[in-house]
């Protein structure tokens, strides 16, 4: 794959900047659940958490910050063979909020002109929501495709709104390879479905959806949700490891080892105008003090953002009122770094989520109302 024509429409399609320049990204990921599928039971797996591939990068292909001095002011315990989220913060996301240690991660990061990328995964928001492009995508109207992203949202909220009924639905229906025979069946299963749960939306937007999946039975085909293999929600997060290295061509990307990883990307070959690419490393996190500070933002933003899939709109006003200095301070520090690596690129951020994380995150980190 040359990757020249992808990277320049992501480019050209979402304004990111300063994709040409040189920099040097370190990797970690925390819920990695391999692979997704249905089973007569639910789904494979008992947690859905977001899944997160993230870490710290700086400009250029090195730098003098001393982590030595970091790790010395992190007092960790001298039977640590490494560094490790559990040595700096424990808990759900707020209780991480209280660690002094993760202020000082996060400070010393913006001191020493560190900044911070993420790709943030919600795995079930990810896995059903072809069934509305499926739709849109074979209608063409342009109110549809206009509002596709809140469409969308909502049609995530009623899933989960009664996710065991849906997805033994689906599991029925041996999606996402729906039989071309049984698309009207499902059709009209997802009509009912939705008619049914819509209740929780506003008028407008129950109205938006149910006339939107009443359409589906005028399409012949659903071409998202054919053809592929049945039950399988998500085969690999290899396409996810991916992104960067095309986008961020020039620069250096350093991965903590995963093996299964390791192997599919080696075996998926990347050329820059037919030259093949060779921008990445695997190394033993032992190594690498900057990959053991990627494996603490990482976990630490993997419970954030599982905590804005999960809280209500109400409980995280009030959390974020009942905040203390010290909460407010890490959280402040979390905005800080966010806001100068925005700044760099908003290439660094990645983001598939329902229309109700962002919001939320929107008004926890930046103040924007809900």
């Known amino acids: 794959m040359d990757v020249n024509e992808s990277r320049y429409i992501l480019i050209q399609n979402h304004g990111l900047q300063n994709t040409d320049d040189v920099y040097t990204f370190y990797y970690d990921e925390t819920n990695n659940i391999r692979k997704l599928y249905l089973k007569d039971t639910g789904l494979n797996v008992g947690m859905t958490d977001n899944f997160l591939l993230a870490g710290i990068l700086h400009k250029g292909l090195s730098t ?7 790790f010395k002011n992190l007092n960790l315990q001298k039977s640590a063979r490494e560094l490790k989220l559990k040595h700096i913060a424990k808990g759900d996301f707020l209780d991480m909020l209280k660690s002094d240690k993760l202020f000082i991660i996060l400070s010393w990061l913006i001191e020493n002109k560190f900044y911070i990328h993420y790709f943030n995964l ?4 990810w896995s059903v929501i072809d069934i509305i492009d499926s739709i849109i995508g074979e209608l063409h109207h342009p109110f549809y495709v206009m509002n596709h992203m809140s469409i969308k949202s909502d049609f ?3 899933a989960n709104s009664n996710s065991d009924v849906f997805l033994n639905a689906l599991h029925e229906f041996n999606y996402p ?3 071309k025979e049984k698309v009207h069946n ?3 299963w997802l009509i009912d479905f939705t008619c049914i749960h819509s209740c929780m939306l506003s008028n407008f937007r129950a109205n938006v959806i149910e006339n939107l999946v009443k359409e589906s039975l005028r399409i012949e085909e659903l071409p998202f949700i054919s053809g592929f293999h049945g039950r399988e929600l998500i085969g690999s997060f290899m396409v996810f490891y991916l992104r960067n290295l095309y986008l961020f061509k020039n620069s250096i990307h350093i991965f903590d080892e995963e093996k299964c990883i390791q192997d599919d990307v080696k075996d998926f070959s990347l ?24 494996d603490v933002i990482t976990g630490f933003l993997g419970k954030y953002f599982s905590y804005l899939k999960d809280v209500s709109d109400e409980q995280l006003v009030r959390d974020k009122a009942g905040l203390t200095s010290t909460q407010f301070k890490t959280l402040s520090a979390l905005k800080h770094i966010i806001d100068v690596s925005d700044d760099v690129s908003r290439g660094f951020f990645n983001v598939v989520s329902s229309e109700g994380e ?7 980190l930046h103040g924007v109302n809900l």
């Open 358 to 364: 962002q919001r939320r995150n929107n008004h926890f």
């Open 271 to 294: 050329t820059d105008n037919g030259i093949p690419m060779q921008n990445h490393e695997f190394v033993k996190s032992h190594n690498s003090e900057a990959v053991q500070l990627s």
């Open 64 to 70: 003098d910050s001393d982590y030595s001095a970091l």
């Open 122 to 125: 919600n795995i079930i928001y």
């Open 177 to 179: 390879d729906v039989p």
């Open 186 to 188: 499902f059709c009209r």
């Open 156 to 158: 995530y909220e009623l």
